[in-house]
């Protein structure tokens, strides 16, 4: 396959930072810290939204997040990225002061929190419908009988795309590169440029974007494993109840 | 690597129904009866765009004036050329893997990419400047202690930034821009205090800004960068007929008067004048044509 020069990751490139593989370093912990900030917010948003989409006898509540859903999935990723860091804060001059990454922390968490969204509102529409009458009828409130009885049936179902969901916001990290954030596709395009290893750059970055991924996927498995109830979905099984 | 780079070639030259090695551009170009052209849509006056796919600039009309000397040379009646958009991240690889025949646009002639493409003549020398606004009090790379400073993903000025900043011991926030347009954004919306790039393209993006007067270019340039036109490595005979075309152009005086018609009279879209005057050291480039890489020039 040719010869590769993998010192290259060894040389300086002249800045505050020693050597390339210290700077991939840097620009993972980009990535990560990214990717980590957008799943909580994702996550904490989804679930919220994916909620009210299911509530009874609050059309207006349901109404807002169907419009919330179809907003920020029917509109490119890239351009919400853009929207976010050039137009949100000339509309909004508040916005103006806050850090670039938070900025792209809302745009990728927003995105992916009306995928989540999605997810919980099959994964709630598809308990029997006696389970909502059940824990009425015991004389939970709407909060109680969703945080014991709905969510915990619904987010069981749906940790598997729950799973992909999280190892896609990794990927999708990357187009943070476009609004000046320091992760690792624009060291790929930075660091090649300069020492026109383009190739090996581009290894070493997948390499990572692949341990990044593979690692959510260990901890989804895990939880999957330990939240499992027996006689319920089980993973591996053939589901039904 | 040499292997995948010609096996991209030849997938590359089959999915353009072209017939011809890959390290003889000019029996391609004869055979084919077409060529490919690097163009850029915001170096500066050097080569852009003014839409409708109209590519335009001092580079850009040099090459092809270039490409109708080869096709001269070669005889043929006709010649098609055709335009291939390239950035700052993607023109190497797209010279390498013969997508792209000749790039003239704002390419940085250096011993790094040397090894990867060839340069012909070098046509303009750059001077690495910093754009600020005309309010913000910066006067010199010191001024930009604490500031956050913008330049262009994939270009030579980053690495021209970061030895400085460890040269001179001051501190500042580099912030990234996608290309040039994006990164004078920056500069544009308050994002960045200054933006570090070579002066042609700041006074050529600051011209096409809302507001021309907003803005100023201030400070000692910070490298002198050659920039010239980019081909395929070992291609001697292409190499040599790109090389005669702007040769001649030097010798009849059309060169200069390009430079004229570009730099220092009203250009479209908005018929503002970029007003860099021909600076000493592209008029050294011309009287002694050679492609020496940045290194040699940062010795003297």
Redesign the interface.
């Known amino acids: ?3 590769w020069d993998w010192q290259v990751f060894l040389q300086d ?4 930072i020693p050597t390339y593989w210290q700077w991939l370093v840097s620009a993972w912990g980009w990535t990560v810290s990214v990717s980590l900030c957008s799943l909580v917010v994702a996550l904490v948003l989804g679930s919220l939204v994916g909620v009210i989409r299911t509530l009874p006898d609050s059309p207006w509540l349901v109404r807002f997040g169907n419009a919330w859903v179809e907003l920020f999935r029917n509109i490119p990723l890239l351009v919400q990225i853009f929207l976010w860091y ?1 137009v949100v ?2 509309m909004f001059p508040v916005m ?1 002061g806050l850090p ?1 990454f938070i900025l792209v922390v809302f745009a990728l968490g927003f995105f992916t929190s009306a995928r989540i969204a999605e997810q919980l509102r099959s994964g709630i529409q598809a308990l029997p419908k006696g389970q909502r009458y059940a824990g009425m009828a015991v004389g939970f409130t709407t909060f109680q009988y969703y945080r014991y009885v709905i969510l915990p049936m619904a987010y069981r179902i749906i940790i598997p795309p729950l799973t992909s969901e999280s190892m896609n916001i990794f990927k999708n990290s990357s187009v943070a ?2 609004v ?1 954030i ?1 992760e690792m596709i ?1 060291f790929a ?2 660091a ?5 290893r ?2 090996e750059m581009y290894m070493a970055v997948t390499v990572l974007y692949v341990i990044s991924a593979m690692i959510i996927n260990r901890i989804m498995a895990w939880v999957e494993k330990r939240v499992r109830v027996p006689g319920f979905v089980v993973a591996g099984g053939t589901g039904g109840h | 690597m040499k292997k995948q780079v010609l096996a991209l070639a030849v997938m590359a030259l089959a999915a353009g129904g072209a017939f011809a090695q890959a390290n003889d551009t000019l029996a391609k170009i004869k055979s084919s009866g077409a060529v490919t052209m690097g163009v850029r849509d915001s170096s500066g006056a050097l080569a852009y765009t003014i839409g409708d796919g109209k590519y335009v600039g001092f580079h850009t009309e040099m090459s092809e004036r270039i490409l109708a000397d080869i096709q001269k040379q070669l005889g043929l009646p006709k010649l098609d050329i055709k335009r291939q958009l390239v950035t700052s991240q993607n023109r190497v690889p797209l010279v390498q893997n013969g997508t792209v025949d000749l790039e003239c646009g704002s390419t940085t002639n250096n011993a790094t990419r040397q090894k990867d493409v060839a340069f012909a003549v070098t046509t303009y020398v750059e001077e690495v400047r910093i754009a600020v606004k005309a309010s913000s009090g910066i006067n010199s790379i010191k001024d930009l202690n604490g500031k956050s400073v913008a330049t262009t993903t994939g270009t030579t000025s980053v690495q021209t930034l970061r030895k400085n900043e460890r040269a001179q011991g001051i501190d500042f926030k580099e912030v990234m821009g996608k290309d040039h347009a994006d990164s004078f954004l920056l500069l544009e919306s308050g994002r960045a205090d200054a933006f570090v790039m070579d002066g042609q393209i700041l006074a050529g993006n600051i011209a096409k800004s809302k507001a021309p007067a907003d803005f100023k270019i201030v400070g000692e340039p910070l490298s002198v960068e050659p920039i010239a036109c980019m081909m395929r490595k070992d291609d001697p005979a292409f190499k040599k007929a790109v090389d005669d075309s702007i040769k001649n152009q030097i010798k009849d005086g059309s060169l200069a008067k390009m430079y004229d018609k570009w730099f220092m009279q009203p250009i479209p879209p908005t018929n503002t004048k970029v007003g860099l005057p021909l600076s000493e050291a592209t008029k050294a480039a011309w009287a002694n044509p050679n492609d020496k890489p940045m290194e040699d020039y940062a010795k003297k």
């Not at chain 1, 490139?13 to 505050?16: A, D, I, V």
Request: hydrophobic share 25%; proline share 15%.
């Open positions: 396959m040719g010869k490139p002249g800045g505050k050039h804060p000339k103006a670039p590169f476009a000046s320091p624009q395009m930075q090649g440029e300069e020492t026109s383009v190739t």
